[in-house]
């Protein structure tokens, strides 16, 4: 019975170094696939290129500026 539980003893133990380093290398690759030095929360994509959400909106409302004046043009000819 001595032995038994030392076997099991030995194993629980083993398992326990087991799932440590199961851990160890999924937070290593976890790690590696996200780079959050580069994380930036105020910017975002527009048009595949990264801007600052300031930018975009300046973009968006010189965009509509000159799609009306396209328009208005469109109209006077």
Request: aromatic share 6%.
């Amino acid at each position: 019975m001595a032995k038994e539980k030392e076997a099991d003893k030995e194993i629980e133990e083993e398992l326990t170094m087991y799932k440590k380093e199961a851990m160890k290398q999924h937070e290593n690759d976890f790690s590696k696939a996200v780079d959050l030095g580069l994380f930036e929360p105020f910017k975002d994509l527009k048009d595949n290129v990264l801007l600052d959400e300031e930018d975009i909106a300046i973009k968006d409302e010189v965009g509509e500026k000159q799609g009306a004046e396209e328009q208005d043009n469109d109209a006077t000819v």
